[in-house]
């Protein structure tokens, strides 16, 4: 059984950082993509980054191009991301989620955590 749980989230002000992780049971967790999502209140859920098997390639939405950073330590089968200069606009209840290939699908992703919630105020 695969079981991914994340932690992490909490409140912060604009401008300030936070790092979410995930970690993961079941075997061969370095032969899968992983992901995170978010989806905040009324909402779809959204795409935020994904890494391939290796952590040699990482895709990122627009909307947090140089400001989030994922990663991923094969060795204790967790993947964080680290997220700087937080807006308002990304509160949102996180989900890292595991994948045969690091696409922005959610539909390729055969895995979810619970979620993690993130506030983050003005």
């Known amino acids: 059984q695969v079981q991914l749980v994340e932690s992490g989230g909490g409140l912060r002000q604009a401008g300030d950082s936070l790092r979410l992780s995930c970690a993961t049971s079941g075997r061969f967790f370095s032969n899968y993509a992983m992901g995170w999502f978010r989806q905040a209140p009324g909402k779809e859920r959204e795409f935020v980054a994904a890494?391939?098997?290796?952590?040699?390639?990482?895709y990122y939405a627009d909307s947090v191009k140089g400001r989030f950073t994922i990663s991923r330590d094969n060795a204790r089968n967790t993947v964080s991301l680290q997220m700087n200069s937080l807006k308002p606009e990304d509160t949102a209840i996180y989900y890292c989620?595991?994948?045969?290939?690091?696409?922005?699908?959610?539909?390729?992703?055969?895995?979810w955590g619970q979620g993690t919630q993130v506030t983050v105020s003005s």
């Open positions: 989620a595991r994948g045969s290939r690091p696409t922005k699908d959610r539909y390729e992703y055969d895995y």
């Open positions: 890494i391939s098997w290796s952590g040699g390639s990482t």
